[in-house]
């Protein structure tokens, strides 16, 4: 493509994302303004997914599976720094003017943000809850998941291999090599994500499935091997 590099590729893996997809690309253009480079990364959608996909941003194509589907939007991005976003996850106003005084700063390689729910049980003391934990892990532990949009310099990237073909958890092994590298920082305004999943299975139910399988990771049980006890379609 010609044409100078955008500042920022936002790149966001789907699968069956259609109802989700049009409020997430709305808010993207709304924070980080009509520049931003914008790769729907389709696992092989059954629904309306591609064509929202094509109409609005860059459609790609790739085999399923979020890690692969990551690492295949970055590979095609062109943008100087890249951000990385679910589907179903919203950026707030003042993320543009968060992440650029982010990456300006010396020794910051990249980074998340804070976390909130949106839907239905958003207002919940259980969701204000779990979203002050997410936040206060990411501080305490410097570490994320992909509810936070991580984002990186595309150098980084590169430096921290990019993500891998992992079918659990690529999001926290990519996070970890990521802040070997220099400074990770948590960023305002939090990004607003769907409380489906933990609407879907009840909170204490999700809360203790994640950190079973978390616990499981950090013993070394293999991700592929978590994924099929977790029944992750992507």
């Known amino acids: 493509m010609n044409g100078p590099s955008p500042t920022f590729s936002v790149v966001i893996p789907a699968l069956d ?70 589907a179903d996850t919203r950026l707030g106003p003042g993320t543009g003017a968060a992440l650029d005084r982010a990456l300006d700063r010396s020794g910051v390689v990249g980074g998340c943000f ?26 305490i532990l410097r570490t994320a998941t992909g509810d936070q949009a991580i984002f990186c310099r595309r150098e980084v990237y590169l430096r921290a291999g990019g993500f891998g073909s992992e079918e ?26 769907s409380d489906r999943r933990w609407r879907a299975d009840g909170y204490l139910r999700t809360i203790i499935t994640h950190l079973t399988l978390r616990l499981l990771f950090l013993t070394g049980v ?4 978590l994924a099929r006890l977790y029944g992750r379609g992507q």
């Open 17 to 86: 994302e259609a109802d989700e997809l049009p409020a997430t690309l709305d808010s993207i253009e709304s924070a980080l303004g009509p520049s931003a480079e914008i790769l729907v990364v389709d696992g092989g959608s059954r629904d309306g997914t591609r064509r929202v996909a094509a109409s609005r941003a860059r459609l790609v194509e790739s085999i399923a599976g979020r890690g692969r589907q990551l690492a295949a939007g970055a590979e095609l991005a062109r943008g100087q720094a890249l951000l990385f976003l679910h």
């Open 168 to 193: 659990l958890f690529e999001d926290v092994l990519f996070y970890r090599r990521l802040r070997r590298l220099g400074t990770v920082v948590v960023l305002k305004p939090p990004v607003r994500t």
């Open 114 to 139: 804070e976390l909130s729910l949106q839907g239905p049980t958003a207002d919940s003391w259980r969701a204000r809850l779990l979203a002050a934990a997410i936040n206060l892990r990411s501080r």
């Open 222 to 225: 293999a991700p592929r091997r």
